[in-house]
Every structure is written in C-alpha cells, then in structure tokens.
C-alpha cells in the first residue's frame, strides 16, 4: 500500500540518489466535493495511487479531461495523470458516489534524473536473460563488487531454489517480499527453477505409468 515509498526505497538501495525517484506533489481541497489542485513539484509525469477503489466506479478528470487507464483496474490503481514542469497546478476532479481523499502521498512526480540513472546503473548490473520459462529463469550476471544480492523482481516464494555456477544457494526476501540472490564478484551463471507441491509425485505417477506402458508393448 506504498507504491511510492517502495519505489524510492529499491532505488536508493541500487545507488544513492541526491533526489529520491518520486516527490510528494502539493495537493489542497478547491470548493467542490472529490475536487483538489494540484502543484507538481519536481518536472517529470505526474501519477495518482487510488487504493482501494474500483475505476468502473469512478471517473478521473485532470484539467476536466478524462483519464481513461490501460488496464481494466478492480482494486487500486497507479494512473499516469500527463507530464508537468515543477509549479505547474493542474485542477484533479473525481466523479463517485463517495469521498476519496487525497494528499501528497497519493499524488507524486516521478524524477526523470533520478530515473536515467537508475536505469543506467540497473543496466550496468543486470542479469541477461538467456531461457526464461514459467517455472525457470536462467542468464549470467557480472557483479563489480562482493556481498551483494540480485534482486529479481518475482514474489518470494520456498518453491522457488536458486543456483549460482551450479551450486545451490538460500534465496533472500527483499524489498518485502521479492527474491534476493547472494553473488560473490565475477561473472556468474545464474538459475532459478519453480518446483510447485506435488509435481515429484505427479512425475512418479507419471514415469510409472510410462513404465507399465512400455511393459505392455
């Protein structure tokens, strides 16, 4: 429930930013109801977090226009409301049968600066992808320093086992609940495969069904 907060945590964990990746925009309650001005405060797209709240529901207006997402949205939503320069006050309008309420918390701009350079080090860093399956990730990465973790942006999850090299390795939680990998310096050969509840039995099931086929042949 904190996009934001989350957002700038996992990039300052990747470098430290002189800004962080989203700023709070400054928001005030206008005379009508669901209706509020909003001033960006950094330049960059400006994005709205509706939590909570079903968009067949409600309508949003920036500048009377409407925000029409890309995505059919049924719980809570991360809606690009347009690109605005630091001190530019847009006029953000709900239609609902309820009240929603806003602050800065759920209205921010994203730092385009701060974003390139993230990028930039992320590419720097990045595991390339050689075989990517459902239940299997597998690629190299070369890490410029040691102790460090490649965070993979899947949820945590003990069904998942990792290997480095083709030694086993404990996965990590960061960032919450995402998977964490430890990787010593070096270039290295990484694989993640999925191994969901029952799929040993079923595949000895499976074998020995094969097997009494082919008995019977």
């Known amino acids: 429930n904190q996009p934001f907060a989350n957002q700038n945590a996992l990039a300052e964990s990747i470098y430290a930013f ?23 405060k950094a330049d960059g797209p400006l994005y709205l977090y509706l939590p909570n709240n079903r968009l067949e ?4 207006f920036v500048n009377h226009e409407k925000i029409i997402p890309r995505v059919n949205i049924k719980n809570q939503a991360l809606l690009d409301l347009g690109d605005f320069k630091k001190g530019t006050q847009i006029l953000l309008d709900f239609s609902s049968s309820k009240i929603i309420k806003m602050t800065g918390e759920n209205v921010q701009t994203m730092n385009g600066s701060t974003y390139y350079q993230t990028i930039r080090t ?3 860093n990045r595991l390339i992808v050689s075989d990517w ?17 490649l965070f993979v942006s ?17 996965l990590q939680k960061v ?19 999925y191994s969901p509840e029952g799929f040993q039995i079923g595949s000895f099931i499976s074998y020995g069904a094969l ?3 082919v008995s019977l042949s």
């Open 18 to 40: 002189d800004q962080p990746l989203f700023e709070p925009a400054e928001v005030m309650q206008s005379i009508a109801p669901n209706s509020y001005f909003v001033t960006a």
């Open 57 to 60: 529901k409600i309508q949003v």
């Open 122 to 124: 992320l590419e720097q």
């Open 133 to 149: 399956k459902a239940s299997k990730v597998e690629g190299k990465v070369n890490v410029q320093s040691d102790h460090e973790l």
């Open 154 to 170: 899947i949820p945590y999850d003990e069904k998942w086992k990792a290997s480095v090299d083709g030694e086993k390795v404990k």
């Open 175 to 193: 960032a919450g609940n995402f998977i964490g990998i430890p990787v010593s310096k070096g270039e290295h050969q990484i694989e993640l495969n």
């Open 211 to 213: 097997a009494g086929l």
